[in-house]
Every structure is written in C-alpha cells, then in structure tokens.
C-alpha cells in the first residue's frame, strides 16, 4: 500500500537555526497537509496546500513557516527561526481530494523536532 | 468552531474484553468523523470514517464505531481486544467541504495480558 513518507525521523536544532522537514506525499494525491503534536498536547493543523498554493492554515502558521513544493514528489515544512516552542512530532499527510469524506488524509510516521 | 472531546485520557483492558472508546465532538453542520490510531513511533492510521448513511460503521482490525447525532458522539468499539490493539487512539472531526482535521486529545489504550 502506498505511503506518505516523511524525512528525518528526527531532528535536532539549535534554537535560532532554520530547518526543513521533508514529505514524499502519495503519488497520486494532490492536496497536502502538515499537522504537528506538541509533547501531551493535540494533534494541530498547520497548513493545507493544492495547486502550488496554500488553502488554509492557522493561526499557528505564522511568517516563521512556509511549505513549498519544489519538484514533482516531494513537500517541505521550512521554519525560518525556530524557537523552542517548536518543539514537537510534525506529521505531513496528503489525500486524493478536498473532500474528505471520500478521500481521507493519509498521515506519515512524523518527525521529531527538538529545539535545544 | 468545530471541537472533538475524547473524555478517556487512558484506558486499561485486559485481552479479549471488550473496548469502547468515546468521542464527542462539537460541529455546526453535518461533519465528517474518523478515527486514527497511533501505534508507538508510527504515523497515523485511518481506521474509519463517517460521513453520511448507515450510522454504524465497519473499519479495519475489526473496529467499528456508532454515529449518534442527538448525543454528538461516534464512538469506537472492538467487540474482544488484542495485545496489537494496545496504542493511542484519535477521533477527528472535518468539514464537509473543506479539508482541515480536528483532533481530540487522544486515548492510550493499554491491553494487560
């Protein structure tokens, strides 16, 4: 069955530096997401991204983030300045389609990201 | 704004009992429900969806999960637990026509032997 697969499984950075997380989204699927859980704390969305443009994000989305995808398979999470409340497992998925009772989002294993 | 209350932070099972794990959700329209479950070091698994028809549904691993709008619930069951079951546990609530998800907090589910 195909995967979403995500890039490193974990990250460590100095608080300051900037850091991209990488996604390889299902190949077929043309909507992608980034979601992250904080340590004890809920799954949040981030940012949804269709036709080389972002379609939502939140509020936690702010100008420290961007996502790009730069060539044919893969989509990144790049945050400029991180600080340590970024800390947390940062999970990327991707669906078929907007609608999501048809076509569900599909979740990668997440990376880690600690901010020291 | 649409909400999802998982009230079981962690809940204990012995092998071969029974499970259900609830969720209540909070949503203006008609919503689209899942549940996904996280073993350790994974990714998030779909394990059902709801989305309108038959309010009882059938996912995989043998799990199945009742939609029942006057409580604003979709509760998950397995009729009889296996060890592999043990993992965290998420309802999540979308948008009919849009494409973000909303959590609830989670359930650890922990089989004893």
């Known amino acids: 069955e195909p995967e979403v697969t995500q890039t490193p499984s974990h990250q460590v950075t100095q608080m300051g530096q900037e850091v991209i997380l990488r996604c390889v989204p299902i190949?077929?699927?043309?909507?992608f997401y980034w979601y992250r859980q904080i340590l004890g704390q809920k799954v949040e969305f981030l940012v949804s991204f269709y036709n080389n443009e972002i379609s939502e994000k939140s509020e936690i989305f702010d100008d420290q983030f961007s996502v790009e995808r730069p060539d044919g398979s893969n989509f990144t999470l790049k945050i400029r300045s991180t600080k340590l409340e970024d800390s947390a497992m940062y999970f990327c998925?991707?669906?078929?389609?907007?609608?999501?009772?048809?076509?569900?989002?599909?979740f990668g294993d997440g990376t880690r990201l600690s901010i020291l | 704004a649409q909400s999802v209350t998982q009230p079981d932070i962690h809940i204990t099972v012995s092998e071969g009992a029974s499970l259900e794990l609830r969720c209540n959700y909070s949503y203006g329209a008609t919503p689209y429900l899942f549940w996904y479950v996280q073993s350790p070091g994974q990714g998030l698994q779909l394990l059902l969806k709801?989305?309108?028809?038959?309010?009882l549904v059938q996912g995989i691993k043998g799990f199945e999960a009742e939609f029942k709008r006057s409580q604003s619930s979709f509760n998950l069951r397995k009729p009889s637990v296996h060890w592999s079951d043990a993992a965290e546990y998420f309802c999540?609530?979308?948008?009919?026509?849009?494409?973000?998800?909303?959590f609830g907090g989670g359930t650890r589910v922990l089989v004893k032997p």
């Open positions: 709801y989305f309108s028809g038959d309010t």
């Open positions: 190949s077929n699927h043309l909507y």
């Open positions: 998925a991707s669906s078929a389609s907007g609608e999501l009772g048809n076509q569900p989002q599909h």
């Open positions: 999540a609530v979308g948008r009919a026509a849009g494409n973000k998800l909303t």
